[in-house]
């Protein structure tokens, strides 16, 4: 976060997976940026958590399921740089 909020005009998007370990999960990463940053982009990356994407992720986002091809991962940021986001 902290890295976010100090230099967050250089980046563009968030790209992170949903489970991060111990503590703070991806959802509520997302969740926290957008509090400083309303529409930022937010891309959710899952192997496990799929099902929940509709209630934990936040609106405008993306999901994509691992595994996935470097193709795809490439197509998702395309997407949702473009403005053309699935509703969250």
Excluded: H
């Amino acid at each position: 976060m902290s890295t976010f909020r100090d230099g967050r005009e250089g980046c563009r998007a968030l790209l992170t997976d949903v489970n991060l370990g111990d503590g703070i999960s991806g959802w509520e990463l997302a969740r926290r940026i957008r509090e400083i940053t309303p529409d930022f982009p937010v891309l959710y990356m899952t192997s496990a958590s799929a099902p929940d994407w509709e209630s934990q992720a936040v609106g405008g986002s993306i999901l994509i399921e691992k595994p996935f091809a470097p193709a795809q991962l490439a197509a998702a940021v395309a997407q949702l740089l473009g403005g053309a986001r699935s509703p969250g």
